[in-house]
């Protein structure tokens, strides 16, 4: 890693470490408050811990449905909050992973572990916690192909090495699992001279990455369609933070993507979806991102691409499908609904 890398590493583990006592301190509106967490996922919440509430730093609610028996991996867990409300999600059959590089985090985190299985009404922990970093799972242990989701909670914009991380993504999931997360994003590049800035930095601004560079990196690596689930406009409530970067706009998007063999475009084979209605958070619909809603036993024509995520990953349960890749009708129009991004400065993508 080179120096400026660790420079940036340094910098976030003392803003997070030191700098940050509680959300409180934070000075964007990019850090969700706890009641704006979806309501199905707010009983789960209200088991979890006072003390790893009051330092959580996310910008969403990066956690998706179906987990019952999955293994999780929580990129940047800090106090283990979404870890404990995973958790609860996966059950005693499943197993949630935290990783952070600051001490101080892990150290609340680790303190509550026996808290949590008593309250949850386990007989023993399913989750654990470990010092490293999101750039190389591997001095963790982390395999390849081990991990059915993988979830961050803006966390990755803070990293010096973007690629390596999603690199090392694509590395640990198994082939149709996911990748759920909610970062910064920006409208624009944000300028160089930004980018070290230490107050922005663990603002999570100034690592905020540029939704086009996104969407290259990805496909750089391999991962041709990602989905697109929520966005938001972040307030810069701070007079310092607004006088820097007061011309950039910032974003909290919450992403998805799938370890599936996608193409590069929506193509059209005929294929036709229904949901069953079968998935316990979603009896009546099932979003998949901002523009596919699956209405319990309505049937759906879809892309190729949208089929192999629905059917090729976890989900595949709760659909029946009709059609193969046996005969190609051209390109589909997939393209996302209007109107679903806020312009308002707010909590982002909560």
């Known amino acids: 890693m080179t120096s400026s890398a660790q420079a940036v590493q340094k910098d976030v583990q003392e803003y997070y470490g030191e700098t940050l006592q509680s959300s409180a301190d934070l000075k964007t509106s990019a850090c969700c408050p706890i009641d704006s967490m979806p309501v199905h996922l707010q009983p789960y919440l209200k088991k979890v811990h006072a003390e790893v509430q009051e330092k959580f730093y996310g910008c969403g609610s990066p956690i998706p449905q179906a987990l019952e028996g999955m293994t999780v991996l929580d990129l940047g867990c800090g106090t283990g909050r979404d870890v404990y409300v995973l958790s609860q999600l996966v059950g005693t059959?499943?197993?949630?992973?935290?990783?952070?590089?600051?001490?101080?985090?892990?150290?609340?985190?680790?303190?509550?572990?026996?808290?949590?299985?008593?309250?949850?009404?386990?007989?023993?922990?399913?989750?654990?916690?470990?010092?490293?970093?999101?750039?190389?799972?591997?001095?963790?242990?982390?395999?390849?192909?081990?991990?059915?989701?993988?979830?961050?909670?803006?966390?990755?914009?803070?990293?010096?090495?973007?690629?390596?991380?999603?690199?090392?993504?694509?590395?640990?999931?198994?082939?149709?699992?996911?990748?759920?997360?909610?970062?910064v994003f920006t409208g624009r590049r944000v300028p160089k001279a930004l980018q070290h800035d230490k107050e922005l930095l663990g603002e999570c601004l100034g690592g905020a990455m540029y939704v086009e560079d996104f969407r290259r990196m990805l496909r750089k690596i391999g991962c041709l369609d990602c989905r697109m689930m929520s966005k938001g406009r972040i307030a810069?409530?701070?007079?310092?933070?607004?006088?820097?970067?007061?011309?950039?706009?910032?974003?909290?998007?919450?992403?998805?993507?799938?370890?599936?063999?996608?193409?590069?475009?929506?193509?059209?084979?005929?294929?036709?979806?229904?949901?069953?209605?079968?998935?316990?958070?979603?009896?009546?619909?099932?979003?998949?991102?901002?523009?596919?809603?699956?209405k319990t036993g309505m049937p759906e024509r879809v892309c190729g691409n949208t089929w192999k995520m629905l059917m090729e990953t976890r989900f595949s349960p709760h659909f029946s499908s009709m059609g193969d890749f046996s005969t190609h009708y051209g390109a589909f129009d997939c393209a996302p609904a209007t109107g679903t991004e806020s312009n308002a400065p707010s909590g982002a993508c909560c």
């Open 93 to 183: 059959k499943g197993k949630v992973i935290g990783v952070d590089m600051t001490e101080a985090q892990l150290a609340v985190a680790r303190k509550h572990i026996a808290y949590h299985t008593e309250a949850f009404g386990y007989q023993k922990p399913n989750v654990e916690f470990h010092h490293g970093y999101i750039e190389n799972l591997k001095t963790i242990g982390i395999a390849d192909t081990s991990i059915d989701i993988v979830v961050s909670n803006c966390v990755i914009n803070l990293s010096p090495d973007k690629e390596a991380v999603f690199r090392e993504i694509f590395r640990v999931l198994k082939p149709g699992g996911e990748l759920y997360f909610s970062d």
């Open 236 to 294: 810069l409530n701070e007079p310092s933070v607004e006088q820097k970067a007061g011309m950039i706009d910032f974003y909290s998007i919450t992403v998805r993507a799938f370890k599936c063999d996608l193409e590069d475009i929506c193509e059209d084979y005929g294929h036709v979806v229904t949901y069953k209605g079968t998935v316990a958070e979603a009896p009546h619909a099932f979003r998949l991102d901002d523009h596919h809603l699956f």
